[in-house]
């Protein structure tokens, strides 16, 4: 998350997600990052759990097109949770969530954490 939208050359694309603005900076700075997910409520098998391709951030920036092979090739784990469990994990690593089946509230705090500074006059949403 960023503090306000500032055009920056490699840094796109933009969205705004709950009225907060986002970009995907370049690749560089997004293998060196980490996520951090703090779950409010459980997650099992059909709460739209994290799914996750075990080693896949060690690959590097992969096209669209070969996530599918990749994901078929190692395979992808869930990541189960209970309330209060806490996840961290390369940012870089292919990740999807399905819709939870029922529909239910699976809520978490995720937090994306930089060491690189954004570079200005773009500047990082803090906590």
Request: aromatic residues 6%; hydrophobic residues 40%.
């Amino acid at each position: 998350m960023v503090k306000e939208r500032v055009n920056t050359d490699g840094y796109g694309p933009w969205t705004v997600k709950s009225g907060l603005i986002q970009v995907e900076p370049p690749f560089e700075i997004v293998e060196r990052m980490v996520t951090l997910r703090v779950h409010l409520d459980p997650v099992d098998e059909t709460n739209a759990p994290l799914r996750i391709v075990p080693g896949s951030h060690r690959l590097g920036r992969l096209p669209e097109a070969e996530i599918e092979r990749v994901v078929a090739t190692i395979g992808e784990r869930l990541c189960l949770a209970e309330r209060g469990d806490i996840w961290l994990y390369a940012t870089s690593i292919i990740h999807a969530s399905l819709a939870a089946d029922p529909p239910r509230r699976r809520r978490v705090l995720q937090v994306d954490f930089s060491a690189d500074a954004a570079p200005g006059p773009l500047a990082w949403r803090g906590l």
